[in-house]
Each structure stands twice: as C-alpha cells, then as structure tokens.
C-alpha cells in the first residue's frame, strides 16, 4: 500500500475527560438519569475535542477509536461477534455491552484482570466453542467517518487478532483461544478492506502480546498472521504497534511481513535491538521514545541522540510515546499546588504530546531548532539530580540494618495457636476486605473540608459518625471480623501518600482504572518516610466500639509502589523497601494500641510481574522482601492478612505462599474458585478467604448462590483455614447493595458451617 508516512504521533489517548466527565455521564445513564443522547453527546464532544488538541499540538497522524464507554477488550470482542450467549438476550445494544462489563441481576459480567503490566483492567473475552466471528464494524467506522468529517489525519486504532486471541479465555470446554486465529484472519480482512473504502489511509493494529512469554509461538505466529494481512489488494497500510517492553524475536518477524510500519516501546524496551533488523530498512519504525506510562519529563538530550542512532537502520523514522497516554493524567495545567522544582521534572499528557513533536521536529529541521526546548529539558535534569528530597541517609541505614538482621516471623502453626487463643473465632470466621461505601455524605464533607467550609474537627466528627455506622451495621448483621470502612480514605494508596514524605499527591490527576472507576496515583518523587502514625487514631476508635476484633487497614509496599508514578532514577526494591518501612512502622504502633488483626493489602503483586519470565524471579524475591519488611516487626499473636485481587495469580502463586501472611483474602468469585487449585498445588497451608461474591457488579447474590461457593472452597481448603469475605472492598457498592449481599454471606457461612460441623 502507498500512504504518507507519518513523523509525530501518540499510541493512544485517554477518554474518561479532562474532568472526568465520561464518568460521570456513564454513571448517569447506569443509574437512569441521564439519557442514551445525553450520553452520546459527551462521548462526541470529548472525542472531537480530543482530536482537535492532538492536531493543534502538531501531530500529524491521530489514533481514533481509542475512545470506549468501558473497555477496548470489550469494544474487540463486540467488534468481532464474540460476546457470551448469556448477554445476548439484552436487546439494546448499549445495554447488551454494559450488561458484559457490569452484569445485571440475573447475567453475570465477564471475568476482569490486568492489562500487562499496568493498572489498568480490561474485560476478559469468553471464547467458546459455539463462539462465532462476525465482523461488527459499526463503532470503528462511525468513528472513523467522524474524524475524517473533521478534517483529522485519522489512523483507526484495534486490538490485534494475537493480543485478542491470547488474552482471552476458553470457556465451556472449548480449546485454547488462539487455535482458532485462522477464523480470525478473514474477519481483520473484511475490516481492513472496509476501512480503506471509508478513506483509512493507515490503521494500527496493536499486538501488546508480542513483548511477553505468554506463547512461545507468538513471533512465528506474528509472521504468519501479517503476512496474511499484508498480502490483501485493498488495506490501509498497517502499522503494527508493541508496546510494554520489547517484542524480541517478534520484531524481525514482523519486519519480515509486508507490513509499513512498526512500534516499539523504546523506555520499557530499552534494549530493543533496533540494528540488528536488516528488514527494517524499508520499514517507518514509530520509536516509543517519550513514556507514555509514566509522568516524568523526558530528557529531550537523550531521547534525540537515541533517535539518531536508528536513522541508518530504518526506512522512515516517526516519533511516539511509548504506549498510550491512557495511563498518565491529561494536563499539567490543572495541577496549581506544585512547587516550581517538581513542575519542572513531570509532563502529563498534554506535555509529552509537546514533546513528541518537538522531537519530530528536531529530526526534520535539526537541533538549533528546538535549542530552547533542549536548554529547559537539561535544566530539569539538573535540578532533579541535585534535589536533597531525593535522598534520605536515615532511612537507608535502617532499612540495611533490618535486612540484615532477616525480616520473618515465628512459625506459621505456631502462630495460627497464638492466635487462635487470643481471638477466640468461629470456624469459616466472616469479615469483608475493608472498605465500606463512600456515600454521598462521605463525599460531600470530604468536598466541604477540601474547600474549608467546615474545620478538620468537624471533619473528623463526621468521619467518626460514619465509623459508628459501620461498626453497629457490622454487628447487627452478624460479621465476626469488623472493620472500620474507612471513610476518610479517599484511596488506598493516595491516602498513604498524602501522609508520607517524598510524595505528591495530585489535584487532578486522575486516570481510569476501569469504566467508569478513576484513581488519582501519587507522585512518589524522592526517599519514602514516616512522620507520624497515619491510622491508628481511626483504627483505635472503632476498636472502642465493640468488642469484636476491628481489623488495621494498610495498603501493601508493592500495591503503593504499583498505584503511583514512581520515581525512575533508582531501582524499584530500594523505593519499596522504603514504603514497606514506613508500613512496618504503621504496623508495630497498631499493635502497640492493642489491635489484633492487621491487614496489608498488595492486589497490585501480580500487576508488576516483569512482562518476560527471565526477570520475573528477580522481581518477585523483592516484592516478597518488602511484604516481609513490612509485617515482620509485630508479635507472633497478631494475625496478619493480605488481600489480593483481580490478576490471573498462577504465575506469582508461589510468592503468595511466600508472603507468609497468616489469611490471604483472594479474588476468586468471578474465576469461580480456580485460585484455590493453584494453592493447592504450590503446596499452600495457611489460612486463605476467596471472595465469595464479585463486588463490582450490582447484582446482590443469594444465599444459596454463597453458600454454593463455600462448598467448593471446602473441596479444596480444610474449614479451619478457611475464611469468608466478598471478592473486594466495597466501597463502589450502594449501602442497600451491602447490606443485603454481607446479610446473605453471614447466613451462607452459619448453614455451611453448620453442614461442615
């Protein structure tokens, strides 16, 4: 195909809205107040305003259909025919799509985990055996038509055939969903041949998959399928995106095709070897030069000269992030609270855009052109080098010497006896995760002290009011282990930050986690300490409120590590260490004020597993280090959990085990218990709770439905190991929600432990 290379473009943009404003409309039309038009018109104008910044700022080919109501696993399953039979029934198509990623009452949603090694989470495909590809190019081509009515140099965006077919999940005894990628190819076909009708001059496929070891087959199958593809007589000319790390043995596999361009993430694939590609040389390389997953500012001095190391290696030479700016907050220019050092070190979406084109610029016309732009990147490297936050000498002797000494605990029965004569539980002990709803009122004195019209000690009043609620709302509905629902937190991980030196914590920096679910992650900038105790008064409190244990509510070292930007001028252990000291100390002053049960939650531990396995053991040895540092500093009779999450757990289930919590409170409603098999087999004999009920669907299960749960949770866990909890915290439930579903698991847990006496 003949089509105008492009020099300065991005993978992908985010769509929630500069002001979260998909967000809030999604949720309206969820809850019905606000109309499917309604709905239609903010998605149109945030499409079109995205559209249009991107060519302002210089772009000169723009990424479309990377908008999505909820997910783009979900839009490519859609896309492709390939939703599950039982949301079929839903006649409305929007519905029909939300009823996949939410559920209703009587449909439930589709399995969700982590897109590679990200914090985002995408919906999980069921391919089964009845499944049937169909092209359904209604959204793609729509929004296609859109952009070219307004004058944008479109390039349509969709999910790779391989990265659709590996990442999703066979079902209902079908086989592995990649062995039937030759139904797949004549459906790309058909699409790629309709997009070129509609005026697609390129499209981007992408195929994260190729830079990870889920298949040993990926980069033959990577030739096999574009050469398919690259063979058809009408097509855009086809730009192949990896991103994530480096694709390796699938990049001259790709070259290899009839393909025109390829992307490579050069700042997570640093070492991709670019050179060694002779077939590159008719190909236009789109270099991922600039992070698209991080907030740093790129060192322009670095990223030109690394640019003009590959000008002899390849036919056309096109500048990029490295992946989308899905992951990074939109613009600087809503923060107002930085101090002139730190502004100068960051660059959010809207800045690595600048930054893209001017390095595209700085290769078309040389470096005088861009001096000015030079000049100011070297002077934030300097000043960030030279910042004292960045180092704590301290905190880095205390750290050495606690290694040193070996971070474990006493025996793990031994413990379990401890405890058990100190907490006096049930067999199938209850207990939720954490949170409890953020209602309306939460938000609402949360909104008034941010804004000061109410002082902190009504704040905390408030708070303590909600505390009460909670704790008498636990107890009347029978829960053994209560927690105190955390309403002044208004994140896991950002909670912690705003009250840990070394962080910054945003004003609007949100990104979406998944749907309509947003995080503002912190800024984790310099050295990690402690300055005061961060939960122990809230903690104390509900503690005074009953006499069932209320259990510490902290969030993990690798989970706060994993949900901010962190700092990338030293390595990740050193900076978890860091965390999992100042956790360590939250723990030891929570049992100095007499609680029992402390939970440190790391549902992020899967979500950094390295992409490749050959850095995996590495990985997991500090991450479980951490866990370590962080629970090791309190007596064998406090009862330590963790929480884990929504990540396929196989690979990491060893370090599970490692961690050595006494509970593990898993994942595993959506799954239906596959976890424990996992367990099992790593040889797992601690006590561990698998959710018992997927809390990010409305739907409110039965009794039956629970009790259901636990009876296969028995076939694989003895009753004195096993705990029973939801999947997740609940905090985006509506307190209805909650009280009905927790009313049902307590009655769930009396009649199988009632069975199992």
Same mark, same amino acid.
């Given at each position: ?44 104008? @945030? ?7 991107? &060519? ?22 859609? =896309? ?44 999980? *495909? ?94 033959? %199958? ?27 043995? !699938?990049? *001259? ?5 009839? &393909?025109?361009?390829?992307? $490579? ?23 991922? #030069? ?15 000269? +690394? %640019? ?9 030479? !096109? ?47 040389? +470096? ?12 934030? &490297? ?7 936050? @960045? ?53 609402? !004195?949360?909104? !008034? ?13 408030? =708070? ?81 409120? /009953? ?36 956790? +360590?100390?939250?723990?030891?002053? @929570? ?46 009779? /406090? ?33 239906? =218990?596959? #976890? ?21 669907? *409305?739907? $409110? ?9 636990? +009876? ?5 866990? *003895? ?39």
């Amino acid at each position: 195909m003949t089509a105008q290379p492009f020099t300065a473009t991005i993978t992908g943009s985010p769509r929630i809205g500069p002001r979260r404003e998909l967000k809030r409309a999604t949720e309206g039309y969820w809850a019905r107040r606000t109309s499917r038009t309604e709905l239609e018109s903010v998605a149109a104008n @945030l499409r079109r305003d995205t559209w249009s910044d991107l &060519v302002a700022a210089g772009l000169d080919s723009v990424p479309v259909n990377t908008f999505s109501y909820y997910d783009q696993m979900l839009d490519t399953a859609v =896309m492709l025919g390939a939703l599950p039979a039982r949301v079929q029934p839903v006649h409305d198509e929007l519905d029909r799509y939300f009823a996949a990623a939410r559920g209703t009452e009587d449909i439930a949603p589709l399995e969700m985990t982590k897109w590679f090694d990200t914090n985002y989470h995408y919906l999980v *495909p069921e391919i089964s055996p009845d499944t049937r590809f169909t092209l359904n190019p209604v959204k793609v081509v729509a929004e296609l038509k859109e952009a070219l009515e307004q004058g944008i140099p479109a390039r349509p965006v969709v999910i790779g055939p391989i990265t659709f077919l590996l990442l999703s999940k066979p079902v209902d005894g079908a086989g592995a969903p990649v062995e039937r990628i030759d139904e797949l190819i004549p459906v790309y076909s058909e699409l790629l041949s309709l997009l070129a009708d509609v005026g697609a001059a390129w499209v981007q496929l992408d195929e994260p998959v190729l830079v990870t070891d889920i298949s040993a087959d990926t980069p033959a %199958l990577a030739e096999r399928v574009y050469t398919a593809l690259g063979s058809l007589a009408k097509r855009p000319a086809i730009h192949v995106a990896t991103y994530f790390g480096d694709p390796g043995a !699938a990049l *001259p596999a790709l070259a290899r095709t009839a &393909v025109e361009a390829i992307g $490579v993430d050069l700042v997570a694939g640093a070492d991709t070897a670019i050179a060694s590609v002779p077939e590159l040389a008719n190909k236009t390389l789109v270099a991922g #030069v600039v992070d698209g997953r991080n907030v740093w500012r790129t060192d322009l001095e670095a990223a030109l000269s +690394r %640019l003009a190391t590959l000008l002899g290696s390849v036919g056309t030479l !096109a500048v990029s992030t490295s992946c989308s700016t899905l992951h990074v907050p939109y613009s600087l220019a809503f923060e107002t609270e930085l101090d002139d050092n730190l502004r100068s070190w960051l660059a959010f979406g809207a800045e690595k855009v600048h930054e893209v084109v001017t390095l595209a610029r700085a290769l078309r016309e040389g +470096r005088d052109a861009v001096a000015d732009e030079i000049a100011a990147s070297n002077a934030a &490297v300097a000043s960030r080098r030279s910042d004292p936050r @960045l180092r704590n000498e301290q905190i880095r002797s205390r750290i050495d010497s606690i290694l040193a000494s070996g971070a474990k605990r006493g025996n793990a029965a031994e413990r379990r006896e401890q405890q058990k004569a100190r907490l006096h539980l049930p067999t199938l002990p209850t207990t939720t995760i954490g949170s409890f709803p953020q209602t309306p009122a939460i938000r609402k !004195a949360r909104a !008034a002290f941010r804004s000061g019209e109410i002082d902190e000690a009504e704040y905390n009043r408030r =708070m303590k009011a909600e505390i009460a609620d909670v704790i008498a709302l636990q107890e009347r509905l029978g829960l053994d282990v209560l927690v105190h629902g955390e309403p002044e937190r208004n994140d896991m991980v950002q909670y912690f930050a705003e009250q840990l030196d070394g962080f910054f914590a945003t004003q609007n920096g949100w990104v979406q986690s998944y749907g309509s679910r947003c995080v503002r992650p912190p800024i984790l900038y310099g050295d990690v300490s402690r300055p005061h105790p961060m939960t122990v008064e809230w903690i104390t409190y509900a503690q005074s409120l /009953t006499d069932k244990p209320v259990k510490g509510m902290l969030t993990g070292p690798v989970t706060i590590l994993a949900w901010s930007f962190v700092r990338d001028d030293q390595p990740l252990a050193d900076t978890a260490y860091q965390i999992a000291l100042a956790i +360590r100390d939250e723990t030891i002053d @929570l049992q100095s004020a007499g609680i029992a049960i402390i939970q440190v939650d790391e549902p992020a531990l899967r979500e950094l597993l390295p992409l490749r396995r050959a850095d995996q053991d590495a990985y997991l040895q500090w991450a479980v280090g951490a866990f370590r540092l962080a629970t090791s500093g309190v007596a064998d009779s /406090t009862h330590i959990q963790t929480h884990l999450c929504y990540s396929e757990f196989g690979e990491v289930i060893g370090a599970i085990g490692e961690l050595d919590a006494d509970a593990t409170l898993i994942e595993a409603a959506r799954s239906h =218990m596959e #976890v424990l098999d996992d367990l099992n087999a790593a040889g797992f004999s601690n006590s561990v709770g698998p959710g018992v009920y997927d809390i990010h669907s *409305p739907r $409110v299960p039965s009794t039956e439905e629970i009790a259901n749960s636990l +009876r296969a949770a028995l076939r694989a866990v *003895p009753a004195e190991r096993l705990w029973v909890n939801p999947d997740c915290g609940l905090k985006t439930r509506t307190v209805e929600e909650v009280t009905a579903s927790l009313q049902n698991m307590v009655a769930a847990a009396a009649k199988v432990r009632g069975e199992a006496a």
